[in-house]
């Protein structure tokens, strides 16, 4: 599996990304990139474990919101519909890629 660096809050990480998924991947790297810049430049939330879990939960919660409003047979625009396994298998590589600064599960 491919491996790129991407950097959320000035801080690096090293992704595993799957063949084709490099634009995906930075995307997404992008999108709890702003949600966490948003969070911190409210000025109300300083430690950055709690800045993600405050972004996990906007951008799930969004995505909740689009799920609802979208008919039950078509996923919600640009956000596909993932099996429950998918979610367990990005919460482990949000865990590995924080290491020791704050396991989400």
């Given at each position: 599996?491919?491996?790129?660096e991407?950097?959320?809050l000035?801080?690096?990480y090293?992704?595993a990304?799957?063949p084709?998924?490099?634009?995906l991947l ?5 999108i ?11 000025g ?10 405050l972004?996990?939960l ?15 047979h078509a ?19 949000i ?6 600064d704050g396991?989400?599960?």
């Open positions: 599996m491919k491996q790129i991407a950097t959320i000035g801080q690096s090293v992704l990304c799957p084709g998924g490099e634009a930075l995307e997404a790297v992008n709890v990139d702003r949600e966490m810049s948003a969070i911190r430049d409210a109300k939330v300083k430690a950055r474990e709690r800045m993600a879990v972004a996990a906007n951008l799930a919660y969004q995505r909740a919101e689009q799920s609802q409003a979208a008919p039950a996923p919600a625009r640009g956000l596909p519909d993932a099996p429950a396994g998918d979610v367990d298998a990005l919460i482990r590589r865990d590995a890629a924080l290491g020791n396991l989400l599960l």
